[in-house]
C-alpha cells in the first residue's frame, strides 16, 4: 500500500454536503477531493450515482474522526429547538 494513495473516504446524500466535508477536512489540514459531484447534472439522479469524498490513505483514520465528530456536533437548527 502507498501512503499516497487516494482512497474512499465517505459518500454523501449530495454534492453540497460532498463539499461541505471537503471543507471541513480542509480546514483542519487534510487533503481532499469531492468526486461525482457533477454526474447528476448529466444523468439526473440514479441510484449509485453519488458524490464521494476521497482522501490520501495516510490521512484516512485521521480524516474519519474529523468527519465523525463533524457529523456527531450539534446543528443550530438543533440547538434552537
Known sequence: MQPDEVVHLATAT??????????????EGVRSQAVGDY????????????????VHRQDLERARAILDSYRQAP?????EE
Open 75 to 79: 446543528t443550530a437548527e438543533a440547538e
Open 39 to 54: 454526474l447528476n447534472a448529466g444523468i439526473g439522479d440514479v441510484p449509485g450515482f453519488q458524490a464521494e469524498v476521497w
Open 14 to 27: 449530495n454534492p453540497a454536503e460532498a463539499h461541505l466535508w471537503q471543507q471541513v477536512l480542509q480546514a
